[in-house]
């Protein structure tokens, strides 16, 4: 007998997990900032003129203080007394260090978050100094010193935005796409150029892996699909052997809906018409059973 069978079609869309960029939290920022450029800054307002603004305000007091700043402060938001012992004394470049250390700690944020965050708070401790000129060109300095990290991150947010290789880089599968949208990107990322090939071979690398990881699971779930299809098939089969399925279907409808459970007794005529009622009812697990042969 000819064999025929209708059976299931996928369609499936697979995003691997890529968490989306996170947003910079202005007050863990500045808790970090603040645990290299404000110490001791409840009795001395100057600090972070001193420590991270301009050598003008004069010489700040010891990192010791650094304690008292520390105290029920979370270490996942701050810079421990261990790190400042690395931290240049020079304002501006502890600045740019601060930049770097806080920018990797705190998710989400930039060099532009720095600025945005904390070049006021230092302008107005250099004002409680009696401190203005030189500050601005100190900054200006500062803001020109942009990190790895920051660089692999406002690159990395370029290309895995909806309009260039996507949150699991399929619009970059091709090298040429990938090179183009990455071409893009540097230009935009100012202050980057030592990093670019560095940056470039970890893009790639993520986006090699992110293709895989994407293929593997389509690959599994089409599998398990397949898996669950034989499944039903064999069981559908095993149903029809010696009607099995439509035998089970006559005595269960007679169990259930007919008022004299098909007795057949020789003397009722409604007992055979209620067997013959459910033979008729269960007719189509012959009709679906001969598909299968």
């Given at each position: ?27 863990n920022l500045t808790?970090?900032?603040?645990s290299?450029?404000a ?5 001395n307002?100057?600090?972070r003129?001193q ?16 304690r ?20 240049p004394t020079d304002p ?12 990797a ?6 060099p532009?978050d ?10 107005q401790?250099?004002?409680a100094a009696?401190v ?5 060109a100190t900054?200006s ?7 790895l ?13 909806e309009?260039?290789?996507g949150a699991d ?8 796409e ?10 935009q990322?100012?202050?980057c150029?030592d ?7 970890e ?8 293709i ?7 690959a599994?779930?089409?599998?398990n699909?397949q ?8 069981d559908a089969k095993?149903a ?8 089970a ?7 259930t809906?007919?008022?004299?459970k098909?007795?057949?007794t020789?003397?009722?005529?409604n ?5 013959a009622?459910?033979?008729?009812l269960?007719?189509f ?9």
């Amino acid at each position: 007998m000819k064999s025929s069978l209708m059976f299931f079609v996928l369609v499936m869309s697979v995003c691997p997990a890529i968490a989306g960029a996170a947003t910079c939290s202005v007050a863990n920022l500045t808790r970090c900032l603040d645990s290299v450029c404000a110490i001791n800054v409840t009795s001395n307002p100057a600090a972070r003129c001193q420590y991270c603004g301009t050598s003008s305000a004069g010489t700040p007091p010891t990192q010791n203080a650094m304690r008292s700043l520390s105290l029920g402060a979370s270490a996942r938001y701050t810079i421990g007394a261990d790190e400042l012992e690395d931290a240049p004394t020079d304002p501006g470049q502890r600045y740019a260090w601060a930049t770097r250390q806080c920018i990797a700690k705190i998710d989400g944020c930039t060099p532009d978050d720095v600025s945005d965050t904390y070049d006021e708070l230092i302008e107005q401790s250099c004002r409680a100094a009696g401190v203005s000129a030189q500050l601005a060109a100190t900054l200006s300095e500062r803001a020109q010193e942009t990190s790895l990290s920051a660089c692999q991150s406002n690159i990395t947010l370029c290309m895995v935005s909806e309009t260039r290789c996507g949150a699991d880089y399929r619009a970059c599968e091709n090298d040429t796409e990938f090179n183009e949208f990455f071409s893009q990107c540097s230009v935009q990322a100012t202050g980057c150029d030592d990093y670019l090939s560095d940056i470039r071979t970890e893009l790639a690398s993520a986006r090699d892996l992110a293709i895989e990881a994407a293929d593997t699971m389509l690959a599994s779930i089409v599998a398990n699909y397949q898996q669950a299809r034989d499944q039903k098939l064999m069981d559908a089969k095993n149903a029809c052997t010696d009607n099995a399925a439509y035998n089970a279907c006559i005595e269960n409808v007679c169990e259930t809906k007919m008022p004299n459970k098909c007795a057949g007794t020789s003397d009722s005529r409604n007992d055979d018409n209620e067997r013959a009622s459910a033979v008729a009812l269960c007719e189509f697990y012959n009709t679906a059973c001969a598909t299968l042969d």
